[in-house]
């Protein structure tokens, strides 16, 4: 006979049921398995601290990349349009000068390894010369004759057509540079205004510092150094055949004024652009070629002293270009380039253009 459980004893049997499936986790198995997340998760952010200034240095090495790759592409549109000799309402077609490289002599005291800082003298300097595209090229002219010396401190310029003397003298300012070139390129000079050009009659009396005979000037009135040396095809006497341009020089230099963060800028028409940071070489060589032998080098000369600053010879130049990601002020980063032995990455990046007023001639 099977015996029957009354009411009261059926509901204690279920009500223990229940209590039975809402039984949670034991005092110990809750540490377990609190023990168990904390060492997962202590092992996770150690990975995680470990693996973290590898992907800032990739992150950073990229910026660095692309910094120096759109540094070389800006360079290299520079340079290609040096010197063109294209210039509307000019017949130039052999352009005299191109660039201007001016070469450190790098001293050993430039780099400070203590404080990874960098001067002035470890890097070059680089002027693209290019003329003022909203000046016109006008011509030459003097009172009662057809030529002007440059060893005066006075030259006239007639206004081209379609333009008043008074809109032409509005061009030309106290400071401007101007290149003063033979219509067939054969010869040039260069001087500074002294003071804003002025309508004279039916001319514009441009004032200027005299060159000297031989066409050289100083460094104070020719800060692109194109007449440095008189083998530059230098001249004195321009006639009303030949041309007076207003310069507009694209400079590349190394801005060290914070040594932490050399960077490398670009000034034209007195504004300064920087164009990448964190430069720490920064060298401009050139290769030439020599009317007299019609020889040429092939090698890249970063003295332009050596072959003393003829700069109508330059044929093709080669600018080279390193950078660095920031100097790592842990003492537990271990890596040191080759380069310098500091505490960051490098990468470098050469090109070699040629100026486009080459092919005009050779």
């Known amino acids: 006979m099977i015996p029957r459980l009354s009411v009261s004893s059926s509901k204690t049997v279920a009500v223990a049921a229940r209590r039975g499936k809402q039984r949670g986790f034991s005092l110990a198995e809750l540490l377990v398995a609190t023990a168990v997340f904390l060492i997962v998760s202590?092992?996770?952010?150690?990975?995680?601290?470990?693996?973290?200034?590898?992907?800032?240095?990739?992150?950073?090495?990229?910026?660095?990349?692309?910094?120096?790759?759109?540094?070389m592409a800006?360079?290299?549109?520079?340079?290609?349009?040096?010197?063109?000799?294209?210039?509307?309402?000019?017949?130039?077609?052999?352009?005299?000068?191109?660039?201007?490289?001016?070469?450190?002599?790098?001293?050993?005291?430039?780099?400070?390894?203590?404080?990874?800082?960098?001067?002035?003298?470890?890097?070059?300097?680089?002027?693209?010369?290019?003329?003022?595209?909203?000046?016109?090229?006008?011509?030459?002219?003097?009172?009662?004759?057809?030529?002007?010396?440059?060893?005066?401190?006075?030259?006239?310029?007639?206004?081209?057509?379609?333009?008043?003397e008074a809109e032409l003298a509005a061009k030309f300012l106290s400071g401007d540079q101007l290149l003063f070139v033979k219509s067939d390129g054969s010869q040039m000079a260069t001087v500074v205004l002294s003071r804003d050009g002025q309508v004279s009659g039916n001319k514009v009396n441009l004032q200027h510092n005299p060159t000297a005979a031989d066409g050289t000037n100083?460094?104070?009135?020719?800060?692109?150094?194109?007449?440095?040396?008189?083998?530059?095809?230098?001249?004195?006497?321009?006639?009303?055949?030949?041309?007076?341009?207003?310069?507009?020089?694209?400079?590349?230099?190394?801005?060290?004024s914070d040594p932490t963060n050399p960077k490398l800028i670009r000034i034209r028409g007195g504004i300064s652009d920087v164009v990448t940071e964190q430069v720490i070489g920064f060298k401009v060589g050139a290769t030439l070629w020599s009317d007299a032998t019609t020889t040429s080098s092939e090698e890249y000369n970063f003295n332009n002293a050596s072959y003393g600053y003829a700069y109508t010879l330059v044929r093709s130049v080669r600018v080279s270009l390193i950078g660095r990601t920031q100097p790592n002020p842990e003492p537990t980063y271990k890596f040191r380039n080759p380069f310098d032995g500091g505490p960051y990455q490098i990468q470098g990046v050469s090109i070699v253009v040629n100026p486009r007023h080459l092919s005009m001639k050779d």
Request: net charge negative; charged share 10%.
């Open 218 to 256: 100083s460094s104070l009135y020719d800060p692109l150094g194109i007449s440095v040396n008189w083998n530059n095809k230098l001249g004195t006497t321009f006639c009303d055949d030949d041309w007076v341009l207003k310069l507009s020089p694209i400079s590349y230099s190394v801005d060290t």
């Open 42 to 71: 202590a092992a996770a952010f150690s990975l995680v601290r470990q693996h973290q200034p590898l992907f800032n240095q990739q992150q950073n090495l990229s910026a660095l990349n692309v910094g120096l790759r759109n540094a």
């Open 74 to 164: 800006q360079l290299q549109v520079d340079l290609s349009n040096a010197g063109t000799g294209f210039y509307v309402g000019a017949n130039i077609p052999s352009f005299p000068i191109g660039v201007t490289l001016m070469n450190k002599a790098v001293a050993t005291s430039c780099y400070d390894p203590a404080t990874n800082t960098y001067s002035s003298t470890c890097f070059d300097t680089l002027h693209v010369i290019t003329t003022d595209p909203n000046t016109p090229a006008v011509h030459p002219t003097d009172i009662g004759t057809n030529c002007v010396s440059t060893t005066s401190s006075t030259a006239f310029v007639l206004a081209p057509t379609g333009m008043t």
